[in-house]
């Protein structure tokens, strides 16, 4: 597929995997993934599993991402994780502001836009999510809804940290329901959100901002999805949690 972006495809295990099961699903990535050169692909395991995934991976083309980061870089922060001590095990991306963050902790896009600036100043590459509830897209609030987050999150951020980040546009409707978006929902978003950068930024910086897909991409509908403008790549969950599923969806998105 020819794409204007690179696809950036990642895997977020959420609360899953021990150990043990994430070296196994790591080390058989790193066979079957081998030969893919035309997409950036991360995998994101629990931060219990970041050290020992650092070393399966190690020669890969696989990239470590974790799920979350603290807005501090140290001290009395009781259960928290600091982007240095990710910067340690080689992890390259962090996701700041999964909606199930959003929901469940109640973070905003002030303590978001703080964490990326973190991440940013680490070296760490934020992969920032946003994305409307249902009731809000029923209402006609998606526009108004994804503004607000991607403004408020991204809000700081110098042109050259806007480059080294992917926004992973993921409708909370379409997560781990099985109701994916349709591709021309997809785009339409999408669109929406690379227009906003223009507007925050600038359209080239715009234009080389990847922006991905999140929510019940299987291995059979990723072409599809991918193959829309605006999308570059996904941000996948259930589907990430396999190694087949996982294998196929990359392979079919080329
Ligand atoms: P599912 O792929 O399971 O719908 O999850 C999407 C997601 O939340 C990825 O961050």
Same mark, same amino acid.
């Given at each position: 597929?020819?794409?204007?972006?690179k696809?950036?495809?990642a895997g977020?295990?959420?609360?899953?995997?021990?150990?043990?099961?994430?070296?196994?699903?790591?080390?058989g990535?790193?066979?079957?993934?081998?030969?893919i050169? +035309?997409?950036?692909i991360?995998?994101?395991?629990?931060f219990t599993?970041?050290?020992?995934?650092s070393? !399966?991976?190690?020669?890969s083309n696989?990239r470590?991402?974790?799920?979350?980061?603290?807005?501090?870089?140290?001290g009395?922060?009781?259960?928290e994780i600091?982007?240095?001590m990710?910067?340690?095990l080689?992890t390259?991306?962090v996701i700041?502001?999964h909606?199930e963050?959003?929901?469940?902790?109640?973070e905003?896009?002030e303590l978001i836009?703080?964490?990326?600036?973190?991440a940013?100043?680490a070296?760490?590459?934020?992969?920032v999510?946003?994305g409307?509830?249902?009731?809000?897209?029923?209402?006609?609030?998606?526009? +108004?809804?994804?503004?607000?987050?991607?403004?408020?999150s991204?809000?700081g951020l110098?042109?050259?940290?806007?480059?080294?980040?992917?926004?992973?546009?993921?409708?909370?409707?379409?997560?781990?329901?099985?109701?994916?978006?349709t591709?021309e929902?997809?785009q339409?978003v999408?669109?929406?959100i690379?227009?906003?950068l !223009?507007?925050?930024f600038n359209?080239e910086?715009?234009n080389?901002?990847?922006?991905?897909y999140?929510?019940?991409?299987?291995?059979?509908n990723?072409?599809?999805?991918?193959s829309?403008?605006?999308?570059?790549?996904?941000?996948?969950g259930g589907?990430?949690?396999d190694?087949?599923s996982?294998? +196929?969806?990359?392979?079919?998105?080329?």
């Amino acid at each position: 597929m020819d794409k204007e972006r690179k696809l950036i495809i990642a895997g977020n295990w959420k609360m899953n995997k021990t150990v043990n099961e994430s070296i196994d699903l790591a080390n058989g990535l790193v066979r079957e993934l081998k030969d893919i050169k +035309e997409v950036d692909i991360a995998i994101c395991p629990p931060f219990t599993a970041l050290s020992e995934v650092s070393k !399966s991976i190690i020669d890969s083309n696989i990239r470590l991402g974790a799920q979350n980061m603290s807005q501090n870089n140290y001290g009395a922060h009781t259960g928290e994780i600091a982007a240095g001590m990710l910067k340690e095990l080689s992890t390259r991306y962090v996701i700041l502001g999964h909606s199930e963050r959003r929901e469940y902790q109640r973070e905003s896009n002030e303590l978001i836009a703080a964490k990326s600036k973190t991440a940013h100043e680490a070296g760490l590459k934020p992969i920032v999510c946003v994305g409307e509830q249902l009731d809000e897209r029923e209402t006609g609030k998606t526009e +108004e809804i994804v503004s607000s987050q991607v403004r408020g999150s991204l809000e700081g951020l110098t042109e050259e940290q806007m480059l080294g980040t992917v926004i992973a546009y993921e409708p909370v409707w379409a997560i781990g329901t099985g109701k994916t978006a349709t591709s021309e929902q997809a785009q339409e978003v999408h669109a929406f959100i690379r227009k906003l950068l !223009s507007e925050i930024f600038n359209t080239e910086t715009a234009n080389a901002v990847r922006i991905q897909y999140g929510g019940s991409v299987k291995p059979d509908n990723a072409r599809e999805l991918m193959s829309q403008k605006d999308v570059d790549g996904a941000l996948v969950g259930g589907a990430s949690l396999d190694l087949r599923s996982f294998s +196929e969806l990359i392979k079919n998105s080329i």
